[in-house]
């Protein structure tokens, strides 16, 4: 059964960085396009930057451009979300996602939030 797992969340200064990891079993990313999803307490989960699995086309939210970064290693068949100059606004569970390549695009897949497959989460708190 597809498998989505994040990894390396963690608590971090403002101004500081972390790369998430979002490894994926029993599929391959060349098939399926991969995003990353973000909840707040109190708030609706929000699309943060999705990545075509056929062509590396990148999308992210306005308010991640330039600060986050979306790759993968088709190698390691891990997608990795590295994210400088952290906000205390950037706290949340940060969640993977998988959609097949053809569904959607990957602007709508951010947008849009339905995803087949999903991860179980990851937190992330940026606090001094």
Do not use: H
């Not at 790369?19 to 307490?41: H, K, M, V």
């Not at 999705?50 to 590396?56: F, K, L, N, P």
Request: aromatic share 10%.
């Amino acid at each position: 059964q597809l498998q989505l797992v994040e990894s390396g969340g963690g608590l971090v200064q403002p101004g500081g960085s972390l790369r998430l990891s979002c490894a994926a079993s029993e599929f391959t990313l060349d098939y399926y396009n991969i995003g990353w999803f973000r909840q707040a307490p109190g708030k609706e989960r929000e699309g943060v930057s999705c990545i075509s699995g056929s062509d590396g086309t990148t999308y992210y939210a306005d308010s991640v451009k330039g600060r986050f970064t979306i790759s993968k290693d088709n190698t390691k068949n891990t997608v990795y979300l590295q994210m400088n100059s952290l906000k205390p606004e950037d706290t949340a569970i940060y969640y993977c996602a998988a959609d097949p390549i053809g569904i959607t695009t990957i602007q709508a897949m951010c947008v849009m939030l339905e995803s087949d497959y999903w991860g179980q989460g990851t937190q992330v708190t940026v606090s001094s």
